[in-house]
Structure formats: C-alpha cells, structure tokens
C-alpha cells in the first residue's frame, strides 16, 4: 500500500473538498432560508390569540426540539413519506429545515416579545399600518436582540450538516470519507475538512460582529426608535 507524501492529498483532492464546501453551503443556505420562514409562522402561531393555533406550535417546537437530525434525515430519505421518493438533497434540505425551524421559532417569539409595547402602542396611536409598524419599530428593536443567538444557530447548522453525508449528501464531509478510504491518510484529509469547516464558521462569526456592529450604530437606541415613531406623527 503506497501512503501518499505529506500534502498530496491537499493538493489532489482540493477541487473535491471544494466542491463538497460549495455542497454544504448550498443546503446550509437553502435550509436556513426555509427555516426562518417557517420559524417566524410557527412564532407567530405561539403569539396568536387562538389557543389551538398556540398548541400546535408548541406541539411543533416540542417536537422537532426533541428529536435528532440523524433521525430525521433517516425518516424523510429511506422512509418515502406519504408515498414520496426524495433525493438525498432534498431530504436533507427538508429534515434540516423542520429540524432548525423550531429552534428559529424561539429566537424569534422572544425578539417578537421583547419590543418595548410602549412603542408599539405609540405606534398604533401615529396610525401606523402593520407593515410601517414592522419596519419602523418592530423591526430595528427586535431584530437587534435576535441577531446574536440567530447567527449562532445558523453556525450550529453549519457544523450539524455534516451529519447529511449518512444519507449519501455529497458534502464536505462525504467528500473527504471518500478521500481517505482511497488514500487512507486519514491524519491529512480531516485536517484539510477541519480547516475548510473552520473557514466557513468564522465567516459567520466575522459576519455577526458587523452586523451587531452596524445595528448597534444605526438601530440600537431608544432615542432612535421614539424618533421613527414620531416622524410618522
């Protein structure tokens, strides 16, 4: 058996690792779009004045909460749900998604509820229409609180997705199990996806100390919200 010389699985395999990077981004991003959305629908529901629709969120969250991607990746891919055949990306995509969506759920409910209702109230009484409230108060007060532990979860996300190569995703991580079954220098070709992982999560940390930094500037006062809800007067 010939072990390769130091390096050459970096040098050979790259355009591979790079791909399953480029893989991994992809569904990372996809899923946390869609986890968002349905994490706001799902908050939302929590807030509703109607107690079913408040149960059913919470039987959502409770859920999805309690349950590990493994298995959800394993029910959506092998399982054919209500008759469904999924490729491995998409039964990615969608278990990651419900999955994150309840924890997305909860870090949005407390934004929502956190938004001083003194300002909502002055709001309501400028004649504000749901979307200017949104936008005007809302928003700048909430989405401020939110940011920190939202940008967490999604480096979280990042890291779990290595969990979707079980189901044959060709990710990242699939990519260098194939890598050092042919080389077997093993040592190297997880220091080289380490370090790629390692490069993705830091530019999500790099990007939530600019976005806490810009918020902070532009929306993180009192003043500032009291001032945008008067312009409207």
């Not at 959502?60 to 054919?80: N, Q």
């Not at 200017?132 to 890291?159: D, H, S």
């Not at 190297?188 to 930094?213: D, F, H, N, P």
Request: glycine share 6%; with cysteine; aromatic share 10%.
């Amino acid at each position: 058996m010939n072990i390769p010389e130091p390096g050459s699985v970096a040098a050979e395999y790259f355009p591979i690792f790079l791909s399953g990077a480029l893989t991994t981004l992809g569904i990372v991003a996809a899923a946390i779009v869609c986890a968002t959305a349905l994490g706001y629908v799902i908050a939302t529901l929590r807030l509703s004045r109607i107690r079913a629709l408040r149960i059913f969120a919470a039987a959502y969250v409770w859920f999805f909460r309690g349950l590990p991607l493994m298995l959800s990746l394993f029910f959506f891919y092998y399982t054919k749900p209500f008759g469904l055949t999924m490729d491995a990306f998409t039964a990615g995509l969608i278990a990651m998604s419900l999955n994150s969506a309840s924890f997305f759920s909860e870090i949005i409910r407390a934004g929502l509820k956190s938004v001083n209702t003194g300002h909502l109230e002055a709001a309501d009484s400028v004649g504000m229409n749901p979307l200017q409230k949104f936008l005007r108060v809302t928003a700048p007060e909430g989405i401020r609180l939110m940011t920190p532990p939202y940008i967490n979860n999604c480096i979280i996300m990042l890291k779990e997705s290595a969990q979707i190569s079980v189901i044959t995703v060709p990710d990242l991580m699939l990519q260098g199990q194939k890598a050092y079954n042919s080389t077997y220098n093993v040592m190297e070709t997880l220091g080289v996806v380490a370090a790629m992982y390692l490069v993705m999560t830091s530019l999500l940390m790099v990007l939530q100390i600019i976005i806490e930094k810009k918020m902070g500037r532009k929306m993180g006062t009192t003043k500032q919200l009291r001032e945008a809800v008067g312009s409207m007067a």
